[in-house]
């Protein structure tokens, strides 16, 4: 059964970080790329950070750029999102996100909250 599942999410204040993990289910990482996209309330669901199959990091949004790092572990065969210096701005439902046999997989989110 193929599935990706977050975990990692939760509340802190302004400045703090959090290391998101995404793990891959019934698929290999080494020949499959993942994404990262968020969701905050009332917006539209965007694209955050990706990785290709061979390891090549892009961070999409401008705002969480020199912020946010994706990595890849083929070992352990999940991807992080590492988010420092972490602003009220980016409280959202984080998704990762795999395309795999022309079928789309959604993890259920985790939420990411920084409040004082």
């Known amino acids: 059964q193929v599935q990706v599942a977050e975990s990692g999410g939760g509340s802190v204040q302004p400045g703090g970080s959090l290391r998101l993990s995404c793990a891959a289910i019934g698929f290999y990482l080494r020949w499959n790329g993942m994404k990262w996209y968020r969701q905050a309330p009332g917006k539209e669901r965007e694209l955050v950070a990706s990785?290709?199959?061979?390891?090549?990091?892009?961070i999409h949004l401008d705002s969480v750029k020199g912020r946010f790092t994706i990595s890849k572990d083929n070992v352990e065969n999940t991807v992080s999102l590492q988010m420092n210096d972490l602003k009220p701005e980016d409280t959202a439902v984080y998704f990762c996100?795999?395309?795999?046999?022309?079928?789309?997989?959604w993890g259920q989110g985790t939420q990411v909250t920084v409040s004082s």
């Open positions: 996100y795999a395309r795999l046999a022309q079928e789309d997989y």
């Open positions: 990785i290709s199959s061979r390891g090549e990091s892009t």
